[in-house]
């Protein structure tokens, strides 16, 4: 057999027949011109025998699997036609079918998740606390003394339970540190996303219901410096493109020194327009060195170890990446918004 008969077996050649089979009968006589005792396939397998010693395997072989294959379609072919000549017709299945609409992940939880992702690549942890605190997480521990102004700024909402306004929805993720200060040992490094509650009135950038991710590192030597460049490395990493933070002095009771942080504007790169109020700058969230206060009350030694914490509002981001505005826009959950992300 000359060597090149392999090139018979043309298995393009055999799907296009089988294809063209349009009765149970054509296909049969197919079946034995293509791998019938006749067929060119049978010739080439009995050739294999006079082949050279080192043909024989690389000949063996194409043949088996031309065979296995072109089985294969013949058998395809056969389960189709069986219906129609039962039948008379083919059975159309092209008429319109059910779609069925797969839902996905709200804005907000991509979101969240995007930001772990980054946390996670930083080397944090990823932890929860509760949304129904007690004074001691959201207040006490976090140096905020009884009748302390501050607590006033924070419109806390109170649950009915216990002692007058012991209990009460986190006003923020800040209660979340000490419980990570509380059951952990340094150094740690943590985020901490989670919904958050205010008594506040609802308008363009506020709501009662919010949600806020914390970060808190506490080791050996972390500096002021550790936590602008950590701000500059997660702002940049979700936008996608290298922003600024700037720190402006403020004041938190469980940090000191407090700063309230921004992000170059995201719009202009910090040339000034309409979002940042020609400023150039985004304000973000709040952050600080952890208070040694805070430290003392989580039994961490201050002497030993500083930290840095940040907290801002999650729809934040969101809102100005993708320019979405009011907030209440979230949680409308108008099926138009929600489908556009
Ligand atoms: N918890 C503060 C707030 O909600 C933000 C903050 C977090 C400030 C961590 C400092 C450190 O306003």
């Known amino acids: 057999m000359p060597a090149d008969a392999l090139a018979e077996l043309d298995l393009d050649a055999a799907r296009a027949a089988v ?5 149970l009968d054509e296909l049969e006589d197919l079946r034995k011109r293509l791998v019938g005792k006749q067929s060119v396939a049978a010739r080439v397998k009995q050739s294999i025998k006079d082949l050279p010693a080192d ?20 058998d395809e072919r056969h389960a189709d036609l069986v219906p129609v000549e039962a039948t008379g017709t083919a059975l159309d299945l092209t008429l319109g079918g059910h779609g069925r609409m797969r839902g996905h992940l709200h804005l907000v939880t991509q979101c969240r998740r995007e930001l772990e992702d980054v946390f996670v690549s930083l080397g944090y942890r990823v932890e929860e606390g509760p949304e129904v605190e007690d004074d001691w997480h959201n ?29 009460l929805l986190r006003t923020h993720t800040s209660p979340v540190q000490v419980r990570v200060m509380e059951t952990q040992k340094p150094p740690i490094y943590s985020v901490m996303p989670g919904r958050t509650y205010r008594n506040e009135t609802l308008d363009a950038r506020h709501s009662p219901v919010f949600h806020q991710i914390e970060g808190l590192a506490v080791d050996r030597g972390i500096t002021f410096g550790d936590l602008a460049g950590t701000l500059e490395a997660f702002t940049s990493a979700y936008f996608g493109k290298q922003l ?33 109020s020609k400023t150039g700058w985004i304000e973000l969230g709040g952050c600080g060195m952890v208070d040694p206060n805070v430290f003392r009350k989580v039994g961490i030694d201050p002497e030993e170890y500083s930290g840095f914490a940040f907290g801002f509002g999650l729809e934040r981001m969101p809102m100005l990446r993708y320019g979405v505005e009011p907030i209440k826009t979230f949680f409308d959950n108008d099926i138009r918004f929600l489908t556009q992300y």
């Open 19 to 23: 294809g063209a089979a349009g009765t």
């Open 55 to 74: 043909r024989k395997p690389v000949v063996g072989k194409a043949v088996s699997e031309y065979t296995a294959a072109v089985t294969t379609l013949l």
């Open 139 to 167: 207040f006490e521990a976090l140096n905020f003394p009884p009748g302390h102004p501050a607590r006033a700024m924070q419109d806390t909402l109170y649950v009915n339970l216990g002692e007058p306004e012991q209990v």
């Open 244 to 276: 600024q933070s700037r720190l402006i002095p403020s004041f938190f009771p469980f940090t000191e020194p407090s700063a309230e942080f921004s992000i170059t504007c995201v719009f202009c790169d910090g040339a000034g327009c309409r979002v940042c």
